[in-house]
């Protein structure tokens, strides 16, 4: 079983910038693929990022290439993802989630294992 649990939530100004993280328990976490998704009031859940095990090899949805970093610490069990020059419309709750295929996927029924969510709130 694996659990996770976000954190760095908050509001912030439109170009400002924040943190997530994710501690992740469970051994699978080593292997496995690991995202963040967002979900925006009213509207569907979405690809943000994705990392796979090693590190070597991301994704990331076009609306945040050049401003979001995902990273992983694999000795921490940690996950991250530092957002840069937010926008208001990125508004939402920011989720944690695992693949333990390993492979870098972008969608949401890929993912088994999940977080609570955080809230982000960028102010215009």
């Known amino acids: 079983q694996v659990q996770l649990v976000e954190s760095g939530g908050g509001l912030v100004q439109a170009g400002g910038s924040l943190k997530l993280s994710c501690a992740v328990s469970?051994?699978?976490?080593?292997?496995?693929?690991m995202g963040w998704f967002r979900q925006a009031p009213g509207k569907e859940r979405e690809f943000v990022a994705a990392i796979t095990w090693s590190g070597g090899n991301t994704d990331y949805a076009d609306s945040v290439k050049g401003r979001f970093t995902i990273s992983r610490d694999n000795a921490a069990n940690t996950v991250s993802l530092q957002m840069n020059r937010l926008k208001p419309d990125e508004t939402g709750v920011y989720y944690c989630?695992?693949?333990?295929?390993?492979?870098?996927?972008?969608?949401?029924?890929?993912?088994?294992?999940w977080g609570q969510g955080t809230q982000v709130t960028v102010s215009s």
């Open positions: 469970g051994r699978a976490f080593r292997t496995s693929t």
């Open positions: 989630a695992c693949d333990p295929s390993g492979w870098v996927r972008i969608y949401i029924r890929d993912y088994a294992y």
